[in-house]
């Protein structure tokens, strides 16, 4: 038997890519593939494309595929043989959520390859095999962009069996960039889709339980007054659902009278009562969903204040632990109720770097070359751990991250500078300048310059793309970065201040071989070896928890005899956590240094640097010290996680690497090996490197208070 699948397709092609790849593999061989291209400069909307596709296609099975969803190899005709055993049936297949690509799924590069959708029958026609015979006649309503699917699967379900064919996957494909390139469902905010989400389910429960109603129209009106509630922005579930009740008594299902509605009221309370008197209460009660549950309940009640309570307590979905709550949610409770309700001190400034992990970076040359020349009018506050607290020099208060007296700190901050995104719950204040120092001059893709997202939070672009508007101001370090910044955070040009990093005042300023020995003994470094510093990125795939990646050392045990009288400073990345096998395999010739503060000090008391794609190379080159690049996994990295901006052989200031061998061959080498790459890289003058006069701090400042004195 045939079997046809109708894809709608508006944009994505590199979704597309893999949906037809799926199709490909799927080892069916009786199969025509429909796909309805919509028009971008007048698109009639997903309902409109699967209708004309109903119309051409020529298959004994239909199967919608949206463009952006998947199958693995084999499914398709594992389908079709579970099809074929039930021919007057609709075959369910199982139905997963996916982040990723199809190829990471398959080859299970990511934590969390897939998930379960909690998604009705009624409200989803993708993932089934329906045999043509059984379509609906009144096809897909195209006057709806969102929940086309209601009307057509309630009268579906009113005349088909539908059978389970478990262990057949449909890939649901959540798109990683709902900025520049949302899903259709992503696109369904507010309260219209959770009205929609109930009423497919109550719609499946009424069908199971065969109760007599109304349910077509009861589906196209909740529709309806979805668009209504997108269309006004409202923010309460009961307007939408007082909408619905009020016009599926009077039969009214045009768009002017049902957009026309008014807020909810006490006569729409009466006219649910009504509606859902109707319905068995039974089904009702066996709605999944607690909270939408108790809704439709207060409205069987016609107890309109209840129902509102209900709608309003959907916006809390995390549960209280313990009789009062849990202590993250006192300390936010804190937060929105009293911090928020403080004075905004405008001499105050709060400075955070590495969320708080150390004293460093740019903030740190900020503040020191602010204590140091202009103090006057301004107090300083410091996010930072206990370990970190002593370093700090003048005076200043210290609050550790999370606590009370950091969210009270954050929330009166007349002045904010931080090298990282905030945390999600920051609220930007009136009277507050949030300057963003960030913390690399990138060579790995950001943000929106990434494909797919494999860190642990995959919804990153939208998180991203929310905490960096309530920066003021982006501090950019060089040309390059201001185009990268522009390009992959989104951030109006107008809005980045390239100064230059100050981080780097103190590179550029010298470093002689004095001042080497120094920081030599200070740190416990040997003085009579060849100091090598370690210091690579983290790795997307490797999650191990909140905030903590983990990496295995690309080194074995014979490595360290290989390079004899050197000595190995190792600075991890600050999301990856601890350095396994480092004694077992450089023994004393090794220290672990990632929990220090200034990286800067480790710069100089080295005298090669080992990275693979961190910009930490960026500010090494300023010494013009040896560079080796040692990208071990450069394939799966630049090809695969995360991508990067320039081709590392044409561009780095030193040799790129793939083993052990040649990394031990290189270190090796005198400098005149070196000489060349870092000439071809200083010849790109400020374009890479910034400004070189050792002044950034003074611009940071000044800069700073000048926008600070317009608020």
């Known amino acids: ?117 909690d998604l009705p029958i009624a409200q989803r026609v993708v993932g089934l095999v329906i045999p043509k015979k059984l379509i609906p006649k009144k096809r897909f309503p195209e006057r709806f962009r969102y929940y086309s699917e209601l009307t057509f699967m309630t009268e579906l379900l009113e005349s088909a069996a539908f059978v389970n064919a478990p262990g057949i996957t449909y ?70 659902a007082g909408a619905f009740f009020e016009k599926i008594l009077t039969g009214d299902n045009s768009p002017a009278g049902l957009y026309a509605c008014p807020a909810f009221t006490e006569s729409d309370a009466a006219g ?156 930007k204040r009136k009277g507050q300048l949030f300057f963003e120092t960030w913390h690399g001059t990138p060579l790995k893709r950001l943000v929106f310059d990434m494909d797919d997202v494999y860190t642990a939070s995959p919804g990153y672009k939208k998180i991203f793309y929310d905490q960096s508007r309530k920066w003021d101001w982006l501090l950019s370090g060089n040309e390059y970065s201001t185009g990268v910044f522009e390009r992959a955070f989104m951030f109006p040009r107008e809005r980045i201040a390239e100064l230059g990093y100050p981080r780097n005042d103190r590179l550029r300023a010298g470093a002689d071989e004095q001042t080497k020995r120094r920081l030599r003994e200070k740190l416990g470094f040997p003085t009579d070896k060849r100091v090598v510093l370690y210091a690579p990125t983290w790795r997307d795939n490797r999650f191990k928890g909140s905030g903590s990646y983990e990496m295995a050392l690309p080194f074995d045990k014979t490595f360290a005899a290989k390079v004899p009288d050197t000595f190995f400073i190792f600075r991890m990345h600050y999301f990856v956590s601890g350095t396994e096998g480092l004694k077992e395999t450089f023994g004393d010739n090794a220290v672990d240094m990632s929990g220090y503060d200034d990286i800067n000090d480790l ?48 561009y780095c200031p030193g040799p790129v690497l793939r083993t052990q061998e040649e990394l031990a061959e290189a270190l090796g080498k005198g400098d005149d090996y070196f000489s060349p790459f870092l000439e071809r890289f200083n010849a790109m003058g400020s374009f890479f490197a910034g400004p070189d006069d050792a002044q950034a701090s003074k611009r940071a400042v000044e800069f700073i208070e000048e926008k600070a004195g317009k608020i």
């Open 603 to 650: 710069y100089l008391a080295s005298d090669v640097l080992i990275t693979d794609y961190s910009s930490v190379f960026f500010d090494y080159a300023i010494l013009g010290r040896p560079i080796i690049f040692y990208a071990f996994d450069e394939e799966e990295y630049g090809g695969e996680l995360r991508g990067l901006y320039f081709d590392m052989e044409s």
């Open 171 to 240: 890939y649901k494909r959540i798109h990683n960039d709902p900025i520049n390139c949302p899903s259709l469902s992503q696109e369904e905010t507010g309260t219209g889709s959770e009205i929609v989400r109930e009423t497919g389910s109550l719609a499946e429960a009424v069908y199971k339980e065969k109760t007599e109603g109304r349910i077509a129209q009861f589906c196209t009106s909740f529709a309806l007054a979805a668009e209504r509630a997108r269309s006004v922005g409202t923010a309460k579930l009961v307007e939408c």
């Open 272 to 427: 649910a009562k009504k509606a859902l008197g109707a319905v068995d209460i039974g089904v009702i009660k066996n709605v999944p969903d607690r909270g939408r549950r108790r809704i439709l309940l207060a409205l069987a009640d016609g107890d309109r204040r209840k129902a509102q309570k209900a709608a309003r307590k959907i916006r809390f979905k995390k549960k209280k632990k313990g009789l009062f709550g849990s202590k993250d949610q006192w300390r936010l409770a804190f937060y929105r109720k009293i911090a928020l309700r403080t004075r905004v001190r405008r001499d105050l400034v709060f400075f955070e770097s590495f969320n708080g992990d150390l004293y460093g970076d740019s903030c740190r040359y900020i503040y020191e070359y602010w204590l140091e020349h202009n103090p006057e009018g301004r107090r300083f506050v410091w996010s930072i751990g206990k370990a970190g607290r002593a370093a700090i020099p003048g005076r200043h208060r210290s609050v550790k991250p999370g606590t009370l007296r950091y969210m009270l700190a954050l929330a009166r901050a007349g002045i904010l500078v931080s090298n990282m995104r905030q945390p999600s719950w920051y609220v």
């Open 1 to 117: 038997m045939k079997l046809s699948i109708i894809i709608p397709y508006y944009r994505g092609e590199q979704y597309l890519r893999d949906c037809l790849d799926g199709i490909g593999e799927g080892g069916c061989e009786d199969v025509e593939v429909i796909v309805s291209d919509d028009d971008p400069m007048e698109p009639r909307g997903v309902a409109f494309a699967r209708n004309s596709g109903i119309e051409r296609c020529t298959g004994d099975f239909v199967m919608f595929l949206d463009s952006d969803d998947f199958f693995l190899p084999g499914d398709i005709g594992r389908a079709m043989e579970a099809a074929e055993k039930n021919p007057d049936s609709v075959t369910v297949l199982d139905l997963k959520g996916t982040y990723y690509c199809r190829d990471a799924v398959i080859d299970k590069r990511v934590p969390k390859p897939s998930f379960e959708l």
